[in-house]
């Protein structure tokens, strides 16, 4: 297989992008990169600050910032890549790896949910004695947010596999 590549420019790349959103499969990586700006209205996955939710110093809106960064961030690395992609062996790689990126969010999305649920139940308090105000506190919101923005990453990694292998299918010819 090879692939031909578009044109260099930031035009050519930013037309290959376009072309690449249209396929369904990068509609839905496009969706979960955009996903935690929606969750702010939807409160689909808990998402607050303390005394109502877990999060002792980062905000609602600061979270869903980095998350929506960290994910198109992903976006534009993985279809960066694209070329390298076409090899054969990343080629046949490429369906597993979506695999072990959905399961990987999946497992961030319930580590998530486990710190939540035990910090928003006095985690903090009962078990380690420390008090509301405890700076240490900063050490869970890391691996709440770490998880959180894991979670929406590696779901839109696996998407976005899955979309650029049946993008770039057309773009591949045998030789």
Do not use: C, H
Not at 6 to 34: K, T
Not at 37 to 60: C, E, H, I, K
Not at 136 to 146: E, Y
């Amino acid at each position: 297989m090879t692939f031909e590549p578009g044109p260099r420019s930031a035009i050519g790349e930013f037309r290959q992008f376009v072309d690449f959103v249209q396929n369904l499969w990068a509609a839905l990586a496009g969706v979960s990169a955009l996903f935690p700006l929606s969750n702010t209205l939807t409160q689909v996955v808990p998402l607050a600050q303390w005394p109502d939710g877990g999060f002792g110093y980062f905000s609602p809106p600061v979270i869903t910032g980095v998350t929506t960064l960290a994910s198109l961030f992903v976006m534009l690395w993985v279809f960066g890549k694209r070329e390298k992609i076409v090899e054969p062996k990343a080629w046949d790689a490429l369906p597993m790896q979506a695999v072990r990126s959905f399961v990987l969010g999946v497992v961030a999305l319930l580590a998530y949910l486990a710190g939540y649920s035990l910090i928003t139940n006095d985690f903090y308090f009962s078990v380690l004695g420390w008090e509301s105000d405890d700076m240490r506190r900063i050490s869970g919101d890391l691996v709440l947010l770490s998880a959180y923005v894991g979670f929406f990453a590696l779901v839109t990694r696996a998407f976005l596999l899955l979309g650029l292998r049946e993008f770039l299918r057309g773009k591949v010819r045998a030789v």
